[in-house]
């Protein structure tokens, strides 16, 4: 059964940092991406970041590039989202996401077809 289990949200000033853990197991994800997605109240759930398993290929939404680095340790199976410079408008429930390689650098949560259960980051002002 394939698992993604996030951590390490919490409540943070504005201008601070956070690393959030995704945990990969159940299956083999060399031919998948992991990426990362939020959502916040009354909003959609939007693409933040992914990598390939390999780590040839990662890609970002414009709107945290520069500010988001995702990463990944290969012989844990977990990927990191490391977020500095942190802001109240990044306050959302963080999810990890999973999909094959062959949909490229998708950024549609419909082409996602594992998940997390998400954690929460706010970022107080």
């Known amino acids: 059964q394939v698992q993604l289990v996030e951590s390490g949200g919490g409540l943070v000033q504005s201008g601070g940092s956070l690393r959030l853990s995704c945990a990969a197991s159940g299956r083999s994800f060399t031919s998948w991406s992991l990426g990362w997605f939020r959502q916040a109240p009354g909003k959609e759930r939007e693409f933040v970041a992914a990598s390939s398993w390999s780590g040839s290929s990662s890609w970002y939404a414009d709107s945290v590039q520069g500010r988001f680095t995702i990463s990944r340790d290969n012989a844990k199976n977990t990927v990191y989202l490391q977020i500095n410079i942190l802001k109240p408008e990044d306050t959302a429930v963080y999810y990890c996401?999973?999909?094959?390689?062959?949909?490229?650098?998708?950024?549609?949560?419909?082409?996602?077809?594992?998940w997390g259960q998400g954690t929460q980051v706010t970022v107080s002002s």
């Open positions: 996401a999973a999909t094959p390689l062959w949909r490229g650098t998708t950024r549609l949560a419909n082409d996602y077809g594992y």
